[in-house]
């Protein structure tokens, strides 16, 4: 058998090839996900985002934050809430009963008195929905 591969090796051509002069097309090459550019801009983009954008967007984050937190919790505008005036609504019954009894119109006893009732109506709506802001707030 020893014959045989000698045979086969004296028939190989002895001369010598030059691989450093070769281009070798490696399949490792061809498992590299990106090639260097596109590598260096994906990067270059994500350095510029831990630098740059995230924190300045958590800044303004920061901020919104803040002023939500003094107007939603600390009530920052002193804004009045529909439990604050919530007996008007009985006291305004009472007039217009008085008033009736009394054969007047309410108007003549409490000007605009229409335009207060229908205030506090919206007063309680805001209300609810400011809570409901609130709440948002609070589960964010």
Partial sequence: MKTNLKKVYNKLPNQKVNLKAQ???LGLIDDISYDYSNLEEEVSRLQYLLDDFIPKEFDRLDAAYSQLKDV???NS????????VAEDEETIQSIRAKADELGLDANEIFPNIDGYSEELTRLRTLSEE???AVK???NY
Avoid: G
């Avoid at 505008?77 to 604050?84: G, K, L, M, S």
């Fill in 23 to 25: 281009k070798l097309a």
């Fill in 130 to 132: 400011f809570e409901s």
């Fill in 136 to 138: 948002q707030f609070r």
């Fill in 72 to 74: 939603l919790v600390n």
């Fill in 77 to 84: 505008e002193n804004v009045i809430y529909y439990d604050d």
